[in-house]
């Protein structure tokens, strides 16, 4: 089979694209966080009910497809399923904005996490069958900055169209480009030789999904690492779904306004961090590969404290300048991660791989995160009022601290374990 030449500027031009597909993803997905208030009013809705629609019920399904998904893109054509799942989650997104009642939404948010499922897992393996891996950690954060993207569109384009218009025709909007960047991987999307960055011919059959999973467990840096995304991913998802409402509940701010700044923090400081978390991994990985993990630790056990006094402060201002270090560093984890999972496997496995983490990580980050806010939200809420909200944000950062832990501990067998991969 021929395959073209992958140039520094094609690499460049799939990593950019994937990234504005995974973008798209992230939109899609988040929308629904600043809009929160507005449905909560429109449908009369509770904070667990509201936890549901935007973590276990997008959740269960977003996980658990992305491994038979990932299986087949091991297998068959990435760019083919990609596509097929970028188109599929831009249709029920769109269908969001049509629900009439909370079981219509309800379905319709299902649907967009069966789409979304099949988008990320061979994003991954394309851009690390791309790079070798010592210069992983770059393009993955870049491709993380999807993350911090998305939640800039979500956030800022969200709350200016939903005050003004209604946050049903805010999703139906936030979903068209999807179809567009459709198009344009269908013409312009290259899918790179499997194992191609590893000099390996890119032929050796996919193993079953069995045998990956036991040998992602059974590495023990991989079984850390897949702890400690996981733990982390939680408080993530959760704030992330809340931060709006606790703004605009907490402290009397309208859509418009915390679109606005969580755009700028989340968005762009956010892509900040993602990207030097990326880079400075890189450059001190070639020093000490353990650098990968030990970054991640140290800075959420640095970043903690500040959310904390974040989530508690009495005014607006004070909230938002405590929480301008964890909205800069909240995706920092997601390029060293990836690039260290796709290291620690064999080139066949690493959409498989993907998935897998993705469904640990999204099982219980997902499904955990915003579910678990919104339940200790109506617990606290005869006692403490509006700041009930806050305050359960706050000890979900116990989480937080608990997976940077499992990362430092990562490190101590991370080059034993690669060093294995690589003799295997």
């Known amino acids: 089979m021929t395959h073209i030449k992958f140039t520094a500027g094609l690499k460049a031009y799939a990593v950019g694209l994937l990234t504005l597909i995974y973008t798209a993803n992230y939109v899609d997905r988040q929308i629904v966080a600043i809009l929160l208030q507005a449905i909560k009013t429109d449908l009369q809705l509770s904070d667990t009910q509201l936890g549901m629609l935007t973590g276990l019920a997008f959740g269960i399904f977003y996980a658990t497809l992305g491994i038979p998904i990932a299986y087949l893109a091991d297998r068959m054509s990435r760019k083919k399923i990609i596509i097929a799942s970028l188109t599929l989650f831009s249709v029920m997104t769109y269908a969001c904005g049509l629900a009439q009642n909370y079981v219509q939404l309800l379905l319709a948010r299902i649907g967009v996490g069966v789409g979304e499922a099949g988008t990320s897992p061979p994003s991954?393996?394309?851009i690390a069958d791309m790079y070798s891996p010592s210069d992983r950690a770059t393009p993955?954060?870049?491709f993380a900055l999807g993350i911090n993207l998305g939640l800039f569109v979500a956030f800022i384009a969200g709350?200016?169209?939903a005050d003004n218009y209604g946050w049903?025709?805010?999703?139906?909007?936030?979903?068209?480009p999807g179809f567009v960047l459709a198009l344009i991987a269908w013409f312009t999307l290259q899918d790179p030789p499997r194992g191609m960055s590893d000099e390996t011919t890119g032929e050796s059959q996919a193993p079953p999904v069995m045998e990956t999973v036991k040998h992602m467990w059974q590495t023990p840096s991989?079984?850390?690492l897949l702890i400690g995304s996981t733990l982390i991913i939680i408080v993530g998802y959760g704030a992330v779904a809340w931060l709006p409402s606790y703004f605009i509940r907490v402290h009397g701010m309208t859509a418009t306004q915390v679109g606005t700044v969580l755009a700028l923090m989340i968005g762009?400081?956010?892509a900040i961090g993602t990207t030097l978390g990326g880079v400075v991994a890189d450059r001190l990985g070639k020093k000490d590969v353990r650098w990968n993990m030990w970054l991640v630790g140290i800075i959420g056990l640095i970043v903690a404290p500040f959310s904390v006094m974040g989530y508690l402060a009495g005014s607006s201002q004070s909230a938002l300048l405590w929480l301008i270090v964890p909205t800069m560093t909240g995706a920092?984890?997601?390029g060293p991660t990836l690039a260290m999972l796709h290291t620690l496997v064999k080139p066949e496995m690493r959409s498989l791989a993907s998935a897998i983490m993705l469904f640990i990580n999204n099982i219980f980050g997902l499904g955990i995160g915003p579910l678990s806010v919104g339940m200790m939200s109506d617990a606290l809420a005869p006692e403490y009022g509006v700041r009930s909200l806050g305050i359960a944000l706050a000890l979900m950062v116990i989480i937080g601290l608990w997976g940077s832990i499992h990362y430092l501990l990562?490190?101590?067998s991370l080059a034993r374990d690669i060093d294995a991969m690589q003799t295997a």
């Open 159 to 161: 709350g200016w169209i």
């Open 410 to 412: 990562a490190g101590r």
């Open 332 to 334: 920092l984890y997601f």
């Open 168 to 176: 049903r025709t805010a999703i139906q909007v936030i979903a068209l």
């Open 268 to 270: 762009f400081g956010g």
């Open 222 to 224: 991989m079984r850390q």
């Open 140 to 142: 993955l954060a870049v």
């Open 124 to 126: 991954h393996a394309m």
